[in-house]
């Protein structure tokens, strides 16, 4: 029960990392909020988990105000915030993705980051403690030809991160973020353009370890970095990546 009595919101945790770093938390005695576009995959969540479904829209900044208000009276408080709702434009040479998908890439990705931010770091700094994660990506480490625009939204959460750790370290508050390998989701056949025998070969390649990332490897390293174990690390990029940035 690694994290008995703490109250935790997970964006986008319906689906993939997020539902399995969800799942984990609550077996580890923590409350969640699972706050996802896609509400009927978030109450499925809930359901197995014993969790809190919310509808919320992570790029809207009235969603999100909303959502942090909701999530405060369901809970009676906010320890952790874990910023996992990300997608991404299909793989594209650079000049060919659309202003529109570009655009929906850097609000999820990004300008939630920020909303976030706006909406709960006030509170934390008020109880002088929290623990923040934000799920970026290997792409925004070595980032590869063709994912161009998402690979440099990733980059921009990592740089966010360790901005957020700095200025809020006095206050307390650990930001931490971790840097996926491709993993066994609904996005992965996003990133891959198609999802044949031929393209999992070829990302598979590039990974050591020579396996695709599990929600459960993820939960892993969440839990840690949002444990009380990780009092003394902030500003951390962890990759849980089989070695693909070696
Ligand atoms: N799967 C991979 O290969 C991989 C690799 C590296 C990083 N990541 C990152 O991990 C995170 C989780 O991805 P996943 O693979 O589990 O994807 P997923 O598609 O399975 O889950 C993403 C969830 O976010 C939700 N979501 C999307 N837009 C939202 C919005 N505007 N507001 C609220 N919720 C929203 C979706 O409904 C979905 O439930 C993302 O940030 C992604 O970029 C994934």
Redesign the pocket.
């Known amino acids: 029960m690694r994290l008995q009595g703490k109250r935790a919101i997970v964006?986008?945790g319906?689906?993939?990392?997020?539902a399995g770093i969800v799942t984990r938390f609550a077996a580890e005695g923590a409350q969640v909020v699972i706050?996802?576009?896609?509400f009927e995959?978030a109450r499925e969540v809930a359901q197995d988990t014993g969790g809190h479904a919310l509808h919320?829209?992570?790029?809207d900044p009235a969603s999100v105000t909303n959502l942090v208000a909701e999530a405060n009276d369901l809970m009676g408080g906010i320890d952790i915030l874990v910023n996992?709702?990300?997608?991404?434009h299909l793989p594209a040479l650079m000049e060919d993705v659309s202003e529109e998908d570009f655009d929906r890439v850097f609000a999820?990705?990004c300008k939630?980051v920020y909303l976030m931010a706006r909406a709960l770091v006030p509170q934390l700094k008020g109880q002088g403690s929290g623990a923040i994660l934000n799920?970026?990506?290997?792409?925004g480490v070595s980032p590869r030809p063709k994912l161009n625009w998402y690979n440099a939204s990733?980059g921009w959460m990592n740089t966010a991160t360790k901005t957020m750790a700095v200025e809020l370290a006095p206050s307390g508050i650990r930001v931490n973020a971790l840097n996926?390998?491709?993993?066994e989701?609904?996005?992965?056949a996003s990133?891959m353009g198609e999802d044949t025998p031929e393209m999992r070969a070829k990302f598979l390649a590039t990974i050591p370890l020579g396996r695709f990332?599990t929600?459960q490897d993820l939960a892993n390293a969440a839990l840690f970095l949002c444990s009380d174990e990780a009092d003394m690390i902030t500003g951390t990029c962890l990759e849980v990546d089989g070695g693909r940035c070696i």
């Not at 799920?135 to 792409?139: E, I, K, L, W």
């Not at 989701?185 to 992965?188: I, R």
């Open positions: 964006t986008g319906g689906s993939g990392f997020g706050a996802d576009i896609n995959n919320a829209d992570v790029s996992n709702a990300g997608i991404t999820v990705n939630s799920v970026a990506s290997t792409a990733k996926p390998v491709a993993g989701t609904p996005l992965l990133f990332s929600p």
